[in-house]
């Protein structure tokens, strides 16, 4: 058995999504954030000392990081249907997606975010979240402009890891600048997993809207 410790409104919601698609008997154990701090239960840290979520515990590993649990999750139970082969060019693009998920693309993201949650004027900081925003997602545009998936024309786990992103775009009300990126979006809402994962999401978060 799969235990996912998830908190609301958190990346953790890849992870549902991979482990609907997977297959295999999972559990979840819901926290909820800080009403006034937006952090995680301190009961978190019991579970991984970085006390952030998704963390999985799975036949004995207790792992964290969102990028790290979907390697691990595809590696051992799906490695045929959410991967390209291993060794191949695909397979490649495939890492790549994945780690730009949670790194390039999230960094502006989350910079962008916090800056205008903290409303202070910034020297140069806005700009260049402004400016890096721009050039990953017209990256990520690019790349996806005629294509239903990041790597060939299946889903694999970089677009699970992916759809984080576009849908925090989406939040931030900025996704209409990106067609492609929207067209990606409904693309991966197809999906009865990724329905599954909204829906667990939304019944798991007790916070007021
Ligand atoms: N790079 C990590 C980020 C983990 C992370 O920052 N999770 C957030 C939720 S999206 C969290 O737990 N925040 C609450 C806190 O830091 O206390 C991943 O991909 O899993």
Redesign the pocket.
Known sequence: MITLHH?NR???KRIIWLLEEIGQPYKIEAYQ?DAES???PESLKSVHPL????VIEEDGVVL????AIVEYLIDKFASERLAPARGSREFAEYLQWIQFA?SSAMLPLLLRMFLTRDGAKTNFLGDYADAETAKVLGYLSAHLDGKRYLVGDSLTGADIMMYFVVNALEQSGALGFFPVLEAYLQQLRTHSGCQKAEALETELDTAEA
């Open positions: 908190l958190s990346r953790s954030r937006n952090l995680a006390g952030k979520s998704p964290a990081e969102s990028g949670e």
